[in-house]
């Protein structure tokens, strides 16, 4: 069964920065487009990042370009979101996926990891 697994969470300060991994269980998701997603207390699951399988191309929502960074080492089956400059409004439980456009591909979805700005 292949599995995601994200850790780099924590409470900060409002421009503080934090830098998630997320490492996937075998090489599966090797040739997939991959993406970050948050969820915010009472709301959806939104996207937040996504790139190539070669880690090439990458994307973001409006909200984080600029601040975001997402990367990935296939070696290491692992996707990274580094976030500089964070806002109160990025509080959320954030999970990687394999990622088609902004919508999540599948149901691959690990614990996820909490991250809290404080202002």
């Known amino acids: 069964q292949v599995q995601l697994v994200e850790s780099g969470g924590g409470s900060v300060l409002a421009g503080d920065s934090l830098k998630l991994s997320c490492v996937a269980s075998?090489?599966?998701?090797?040739?997939?487009?991959m993406g970050w997603f948050r969820q915010a207390p009472g709301r959806s699951r939104e996207y937040v990042a996504r790139l190539s399988w070669n880690g090439a191309n990458t994307y973001y929502a409006d909200s984080v370009k600029g601040r975001f960074t997402i990367s990935r080492d296939n070696a290491k089956n692992t996707i990274y979101l580094q976030m500089n400059s964070l806002k109160p409004e990025d509080t959320g439980v954030y999970y990687c996926a394999p990622a088609l456009g902004e919508e999540p591909l599948g149901d691959y979805w690990g614990p996820g990891t909490q991250v809290t700005v404080s202002s």
């Open positions: 075998t090489p599966f998701f090797r040739d997939y487009a």
